[in-house]
C-alpha cells in the first residue's frame, strides 16, 4: 500500500523538459561551459583550457578529410576524436571551426576552371551527330569529364560529410554541426556559411530519406531511455508528470515517432496523436479528459503535438512523411476514425502583432509631433487602420479612467504588453479584446506571407503539406505559453485526404491557402457582423 | 511419434537455393517470361503481349522524372506504376528501357555550356585579394553558380534514382534496376551505360552508407520468411535441407546478416560463421561436425560463407563492414575466440588455369607446323613452362597406356577436363596432380592480378579488407561445385587484428600481398622440394 502510494507520488512528481530550442541543443551537443564534464568523452571541462585545444580538433578535421580512404581504422579512430573534440569545444571555438571549415575546404576554383576551359574545348558537334566510333569516344571523354567536373565542383568539406555519414554516431553529429551553424548564421550570415549549410542540408536530406526512417509507436512497453527523451523533446505541451506521460501513451492516445538506424535510441521527429468524438477546440479537452473516451467511439485522430528533436535538422520535412505514415497507419488499424485534424500553436502571432502595434504608434507619434498634413491620408502605405470602428469603441471603453485620452491602439498594446498577462483575469477585457485578436489572427495566417508562404511556420508546415485551415479557437490553450505565443488562440488544420495533393499543389504554386467559411469570413469588409464567430 | 518422424523427414527433405547469380535475378526480379505471373504486382504474363507495354512504362518513368515535387501523390503513384511495370517487362524491354534512360536523360549540355562560360567570367582574382564587401557579394555570386553548376552537371536520370531511393520499395527497384544493367553492359558496354551505372553506383554506395545498415544475428527464431531467404541467397555452400539450415543458425555457428530498413525482411548481404578448436582446413570439418565442440572451448571464428543478396549492389563493398563488425561483435561476445579466419573458394582459379593450359598447347602446336626455329627460345614472352620437369614426368608416368606421345600439358588439360572429373576418383592421379595444382594455384593467388589487384575476386576482396593469405588446402571442398571452381582447393585467409590496417594499405598502394610462409614457399625456385606442403 505505501508503495503504491510512492510510486502515485513519483508519477505525479513534476518534470522539466527542455522545451526550447536551445535548451535542447545543449542537451545535445553538451557544451563545456554550461554543464561541466562532457557526457561524451573523457575530456576535462574549462573553456580555452579544456585539454582538447580548437587546434587539435582542426587537425582531426583535416586527417579526416585528407587520409586515404583505405586506412579505415586510421580514418576511424580521427573522426571519433573529432567527433568527441568537437563536443566539448566552447561555443566561441565551435564556430572558429566552423568558420575554418567553410574557408579551407571549400570548392578548389582553379581545378574547376581548369576542367572547364578543357571541357568547352569539346567537339559537342560531333557527339551530336551520330553513331560513328569516333563519337562513341568521344562520348566517353565528355562523361569522364563531366565525372571529374562534378567531383571538383565538391566543396572537400564534401568528404568530410560523407566520411562523418558512414561512421557510427557521425549522423548525430553532422547534425550538431549544423544546429551550432545555424545559430552561428543568425548573427553572421556570410555567404560562405550560407555556402556550407546549404551543401550539408542537401546531403542530409537525402541520407534522411522518408525510406530509411522507421516508424514506431512508442509505448509505454518502450525503454526508460527512450521516454525520457520523448519529455526532453516535448516542444509544443511539456509533459508535467510520468502521470501525464503515460496518459499521452495509453488507451485513446498514439505516439509515433521516426527513427534512422544510424541515431538510435531517440526519434528524429516525434507526433502525438488523440482520439476524441470530434476535433477538439481547445488543448484542455485533449490533456486533460480523464477517463478517455472508448477507442471505437472516437471519429477524429487529433494530432496535438509534433516535436523535432535534431535542431539541426530544421528544413528537413521529415514532419510532413511522419503525418503521411501515421494517416495511413491510423486509417488502417482504427477505421472508425474519419477526420484527420490538428490542434496547432501560432507561434508567430504575438511577436507579428506586436510588431505592428509598435510600427502604428511610431507613425502616429512621427504625425503628432511633425508632420500634421499627414493626418488626411491616414490610409497610407504605412498607416493602417489595424482596429474596426467598433472594436477602437469597446476597447476604450474597457479601460476608461486607467488610460485616459489614449488611443485604442495603445490601450491595446499596453494590455497586451501588461506585466503576467492580466487582461486575461477580467473577463470584461477578455470579451472585448476577443473580437479584434481573433480577427487579427485570421488576418495574421491567411494574409501575412513571407516569400508567397504563411509567414506563421506552423502554418506554413500545414499548408504545404495540403491541410485545409479550418477553425481558429479562442483561449484554446489558456497556458502562459499559450498566452505569449499567441494569446491563447489555436489553430485546427484539418487534412482531408481527397483534397491534399490539391491544396499542397495550389499552395506551392500561387501560395493559395484553402481555409474553411468560418475562418475566411474573419477577413470581410466589417458591417456589424463581428460576432458571427 | 509419427509427427516426429514426419518432421525428421521434412527437416532432411532436399531444399533448392538459388545458388547462381543468373537464378537470384531472376527471383528478385520476376520476369514473365521465367516464371509466369509477375509476383509482384496484377499483371498478366507474356512477353510482348503483357498489358504493361515499353511505352506505359517509359511514360511513367518520364512523369516520376519532370512531375513538380510537391505532387506527392501523383509522383508516388507515377513511382509505385513505374516500380510494377518495370518487373513485368521482358529482358529485352527492360534492355530498352534501360538505353532509353541512359539517353534522354543524360546531361543537359547545352546549359553546362552557358553556365561554364558564365561562370569563367568571374573575376576571382578579385575575392582572393581579401575582405571587402564587394568580394562578399562576388563570392556569393561564386557559390550560387557553382551550386547551378553542379545542378546542371547531375544527369537527368538523377531524379529519378533520387525519388526512387525515397519512395518505399525503391531502393530495392533501383538494386533490380542495377543488376539487369550490369548484364546488359556484360554484352554492351556503351559509353552512356557505362555512365548511368557509374553514377547509379556512386549514388548506391551513399545510400547504402554502413551507419544506416542494421547488423543482425539471424537465429532459427527468426520468420520463415527470412530463413526462406537465407536458403535461397546462400551462394557458397548451398543449404540441403531444414536441417542443415538449423544447424547453421544453432550451436557452435552464427549468421550475421546486414539490413536496410528500405528492404525489410531480407539482408543485403550475410555472413556465416563456425565457431571450431583451430582454423579448418576442409569445408567438411565445418558443415558436417557433428556433435558440435562446447562454444567455451572454441578458439577460432571461422567465416565460412559470405553471400550477398543483390547482385545491383555489387562492388559496393557491404562485405568488409560486415566482416569487420561481426569481428567486433564476436571478440566481445565470446573472449575465447583469438583467430579470425575464412575457408574461401577460390572461385577463379580453375578458368584460369585451363585458359593458361589452352594458350600453352596452341602455342606448341604453332611451333610444331610453322616455326620450328622457336624451339630454342623456349621461355619466350609467350611461351613459359607452366610444369616443373619433376611434374612433367609424374604426369606423363601416371597416364601411360593412355595419352601415347601426348605432352604433360596436354595430358593435365585432358585429366582437368574429363567428363564427370574423372580425375578426382583415382588416388594415383590426385597424387600426381596435387603438386602442380598446388603450386600454380599459389602463382594463381599470389602473382596474377588485374590492374594491380589479386584476379581472384574472393582473394581481392579479403586482401583488400587487410587478411593476410595463410593456407592453400588440398580437397578442401571435394563437392562438384569445389572441384570445378578450384579441383577441390580452398584458401584460409587469416584476419589478425594487429596487422589489418597495414596489409589493407600496402595491398592499396602496391598490390603487395601478405602470405605466410607455407604459402609463399610454393613459387620458391624448385630443387626437389615440392612435397613440402
Known amino acids: ?48 583550457s579544456c585539454k582538447v585545444s580548437l587546434t587539435d580538433v582542426k ?31 566552447s561555443v566561441e571555438r565551435r564556430r572558429e571551426l566552423l568558420f ?29 551527330e551520330g553513331n560513328g566510333v569516333l563519337d562513341e569516344l568521344l562520348l566517353a571523354a565528355c562523361f569522364r569529364m563531366e565525372r571529374n567536373l562534378r567531383d571538383a565542383l565538391k566543396p572537400m568539406y564534401s568528404v568530410f560529410f560523407e566520411r562523418l555519414n558512414a561512421h557510427p554516431g557521425g549522423l548525430k553529429i553532422l547534425a550538431v554541426l549544423r544546429a551550432d551553424l545555424l545559430l552561428v548564421m543568425e548573427k553572421e550570415n556570410m555567404p560562405s556559411l550560407r555556402a556550407l549549410d546549404s551543401y550539408l542540408k542537401e546531403k542530409l536530406i537525402t541520407w534522411l530519406s522518408p525510406a530509411t526512417l522507421q516508424l514506431h509507436q512508442i509505448t509505454w512497453d518502450d525503454p ?26 495509453s488507451i485513446g492516445r498514439r505516439c509515433f515517432g521516426y527513427f534512422h538506424p544510424a ?18 477546440k481547445a488543448i484542455q479537452e485533449v490533456l486533460w479528459d480523464d477517463p478517455p473516451i ?70 502616429a507619434n512621427m504625425e503628432e509631433n511633425n508632420i500634421k498634413l499627414s493626418e488626411t491620408c491616414s490610409s497610407s502605405t504605412f498607416k493602417e487602420r489595424l482596429l474596426l470602428p467598433d472594436e477602437e469603441r469597446s476597447i476604450c471603453d474597457s479601460a476608461k479612467g486607467l488610460f485616459e485620452g489614449k488611443s485604442a491602439i495603445e490601450i491595446l498594446e499596453k494590455l497586451l ?34 516569400r508567397g508562404k504563411a509567414l506563421d511556420p506552423v502554418a506554413n508546415f500545414h499548408l504545404q503539406n495540403g491541410a485545409t485551415l479550418e477553425n481558429i479557437n479562442w483561449m484554446a490553450d489558456p497556458s502562459e505559453k499559450g498566452i505569449i505565443q499567441s494569446f491563447g488562440i489555436m489553430v485546427n488544420y484539418v487534412y482531408r485526404l481527397e483534397g491534399i495533393e490539391e491544396n499542397a499543389q495550389s499552395y506551392f504554386s500561387t501560395g493559395y491557402i484553402t481555409a474553411s467559411w468560418s475562418v475566411l469570413q474573419y477577413l470581410e469588409k466589417p458591417k456589424e457582423a463581428d460576432d458571427a464567430e
Open 294 to 363: 472508448l477507442e471505437e467511439e472516437a471519429t477524429c485522430a487529433l494530432f496535438y503535438s509534433i516535436s523535432s528533436t535534431q535542431p539541426g535538422l530544421s528544413c528537413i520535412n521529415l514532419g510532413k512523411f511522419l503525418i503521411k505514415r501515421v494517416i495511413e497507419l491510423v486509417r488502417r488499424d482504427i477505421p472508425n476514425i474519419v477526420v484527420f485534424a490538428t490542434l496547432s500553436p501560432i507561434p508567430g502571432y504575438r511577436k507579428w502583432l506586436l510588431s505592428k502595434l509598435a510600427s502604428q504608434l511610431k507613425l
Open 1 to 48: 500500500m505505501r508503495n503504491r502510494k510512492g510510486l502515485a507520488v513519483l508519477m505525479r512528481t513534476p518534470m522539466r523538459g527542455a522545451a526550447n530550442r536551445r535548451q535542447l541543443l545543449a542537451a545535445t551537443s553538451p557544451l563545456p561551459r554550461s554543464n561541466g564534464a562532457s557526457s561524451s568523452g573523457g575530456f576535462q571541462d574549462g573553456d580555452d
Open 100 to 128: 575554418a571549415l567553410a574557408r579551407d575546404y571549400d570548392v578548389n576554383r582553379t581545378r574547376v576552371r581548369e576542367l572547364m576551359q578543357q571541357y568547352l574545348k569539346i567537339e559537342f558537334s560531333r557527339i551530336e
Open 224 to 249: 526508460a531511455s527512450l521516454l525520457e527523451k520523448i519529455v526532453a523533446y516535448e516542444a509544443v505541451h511539456p509533459i508535467r508528470s510520468l502521470h501525464d506521460l503515460r496518459r499521452r501513451l
Open 263 to 280: 541515431i538510435p535510441g531517440e526519434p528524429l521527429i516525434f507526433i502525438e496523436v488523440a482520439l476524441l468524438k470530434g476535433v477538439a
Open 417 to 450: 504588453t501588461s506585466l503576467n498577462n492580466e487582461w486575461t483575469r477580467s473577463d470584461g477585457l477578455l470579451g472585448t479584446l476577443k473580437s479584434p485578436l481573433m480577427r487579427l489572427c485570421a488576418r495574421y495566417l491567411l494574409n501575412e506571407k513571407k
Open 59 to 89: 587537425e582531426w578535421m583535416r586527417q579526416s578529410i585528407s587520409i586515404s580512404p583505405d586506412k579505415f581504422e586510421s580514418l576511424d579512430a580521427n573522426l571519433e576524436e573529432f567527433s568527441k573534440g568537437y563536443l566539448s569545444l
